[in-house]
């Protein structure tokens, strides 16, 4: 079955984390309007570190309950991020090809998306649409579907506590350590 990915990521400490929600297309509208029926009123969208504890956990618990499945990729780094994201971002990848996933959404880091764009050219090589994935960078104030990939990657960064609150929706963690 074909599937979408959305996807951002968190930073703690030495550890770097992307979180990719998964979602059949065929729940894409349904998702969306839940996602947006979230937001308090003059909020353009959805992002953990901007939310107090109440509104965190009601956000968790009801990310928890939408018919879409999480996939966490983690490794850890010292000096530089990018290299654990990319590590991260590759595997997600050719996990996403392997399920014959059509469509990627990455949230926009704006200048620092070429780096994720030179994995997926490696990765895709030069024909990409002869792996029929296609992917983008876009704001996540224009894809509400990434604010699932930001509550569940802060959720997982927070601790214990923080992850049981979305275990219902976690289908793998892959430690690339």
């Given at each position: 079955m074909t599937v979408h990915a959305f996807v951002d990521e968190s930073a703690r400490a030495d550890r770097y984390l992307i979180a990719a929600a998964i979602v059949d297309p065929a729940h894409v509208r349904r998702l969306r309007q839940a996602m947006r029926a979230l937001l308090m009123p003059k909020q353009r969208e959805l992002h953990c570190n901007h939310?107090?504890?109440?509104?965190?956990?009601?956000?968790?618990?009801?990310?928890?309950?939408?018919?879409?499945?999480?996939?966490?990729?983690?490794?850890?780094?010292?000096?530089?991020?990018?290299?654990?994201?990319?590590?991260c971002l590759d595997r997600l990848v050719r996990d996403l090809l392997a399920r014959q996933a059509h469509r990627l959404v990455i949230d926009t880091r704006n200048q620092?998306?070429?780096?994720?764009?030179?994995?997926?050219?490696?990765?895709?090589?030069?024909?990409?649409?002869?792996?029929?994935?296609?992917?983008?960078?876009?704001?996540?104030?224009?894809?509400?579907?990434?604010?699932?990939a930001d509550v569940a990657a802060w959720c997982f960064g927070?601790?214990?506590?923080?992850?049981?609150?979305?275990?219902?929706?976690?289908?793998?963690?892959?430690?690339?350590d």
């Open positions: 939310e107090k504890p109440v509104r965190r956990r009601q956000l968790a618990d009801s990310i928890a309950r939408l018919p879409v499945e999480v996939a966490f990729y983690t490794r850890s780094w010292h000096q530089h991020d990018e290299p654990a994201r990319q590590d620092r998306d070429i780096h994720d764009e030179r994995t997926m050219r490696r990765l895709l090589g030069p024909h990409p649409s002869g792996s029929k994935l296609v992917y983008e960078h876009v704001d996540s104030v224009c894809e509400p579907l990434l604010w699932i927070a601790g214990r506590d923080w992850r049981k609150r979305i275990d219902p929706i976690v289908a793998t963690t892959t430690n690339l």
